[in-house]
């Protein structure tokens, strides 16, 4: 039986991964800003108390996953908060890295979250595992983010992974882009043209588990589906799969004027292709977007 320390558990992709590692008989704790306690099988550890004490505490654990940042799409992208999703991300993967390094009964595997926000804006470009980072904003934070995560022991296992656009019924962008439709104000953004890489949350769960359990993966990990779709595709099907029309389009200048900076996260292209999930045999739940979007709306 294998221990897991989760940093960002509370979130979607963490609470929904911790009720899977529990089902598969594992023990599972989470870093979190409350009390220290134990509910419904899972040891949640104050933040304070692990940064005292965390190499102690990291010696404790088979396999420590990192999740953790403050939401992208959260706030406006003001200085101060993007000074904050820097900073979420960078001081606790470092402690993290660090304290692995330090332990003296090291992890078996490190996994670190980062995004494909890493590629920046490019256009038809196919991106793969080692294609080069790209520019702007989003792509200097997951730089930032993978640096940070870096170990110097060979005894663990290290795998970051690049997520995709989450699709979850509850939270993330899907209720987002679904909410206009119910007003018939469906729309395409900028020329709809740009690439959107997606997962199911339930494959990206599956992902994770996948990892933990086949010692072969490791290094960089796309976690997207392999059928990246442009934006109009995606917003073709999504207006199909709600019965509801997606004729309109929000031209390029005026999302850049109501959303300033953060547009990129709507206009930038990124074509990303899962080739090391794929080639190390993991079967995608859902690949195909209509099916996928069936399943989490309908």
């Not at 529990?22 to 704790?29: I, P």
């Not at 404790?60 to 904050?84: D, H, Q």
């Not at 606790?92 to 980062?114: C, G, H, M, Q, Y």
Request: net charge positive; charged share 20%.
């Amino acid at each position: 039986m294998k221990n897991v320390l989760i940093s960002g558990g509370s979130g979607a992709i963490g609470s929904r991964l911790s009720q899977l590692l529990l089902s598969k008989s594992y023990n599972v704790s989470i870093i979190t800003r409350s009390n220290s306690k134990k509910v419904n099988n899972i040891n949640y550890i104050n933040i304070r108390e692990f940064e005292s004490n965390a190499a102690n505490i990291v010696s404790g654990y088979n396999v420590v996953i990192n999740l953790a940042g403050a939401g992208i799409a959260s706030k406006s992208w003001t200085t101060k908060y993007k000074n904050e999703i820097i900073s979420s991300r960078a001081q606790i993967t470092k402690l993290l890295a660090e304290s692995i390094d330090s332990a003296s009964n090291k992890p078996e595997l490190f996994i670190s979250a980062s995004a494909i926000g890493f590629y920046g804006d490019r256009a038809e470009e196919k991106l793969y595992e080692d294609s080069k980072s790209g520019n702007g904003f989003l792509a200097d934070v997951c730089k930032i983010w993978e640096s940070s995560a870096q170990i110097s022991n060979s005894i663990t296992r290290k795998v970051i992974c690049r997520i995709g656009i989450v699709l979850d019924k509850s939270s993330g962008a899907l209720p987002k882009m679904a909410e206009p439709f119910k007003f018939y104000a469906g729309a395409s953004l900028g020329s709809g043209k740009q690439w959107y890489s997606w997962i199911h949350i339930e494959d990206i769960i599956n992902a994770f588990l996948f990892i933990i359990e086949n010692d072969n993966v490791e290094g960089i990990v796309n976690f997207c589906s392999p059928n990246p779709l442009t934006n109009r595709e995606f917003t073709n099907v999504l207006g199909d799969v709600l019965g509801k029309p997606s004729f309109m389009s929000v031209p390029k200048m005026v999302l850049k004027i109501m959303l300033g900076e953060s547009s990129e996260m709507v206009l930038n292209s990124q074509r990303v292709v899962p080739r090391k999930l794929i080639e190390s045999g993991f079967n995608f739940k859902y690949s195909n977007l209509k099916e996928a979007l069936i399943q989490l709306l309908r």
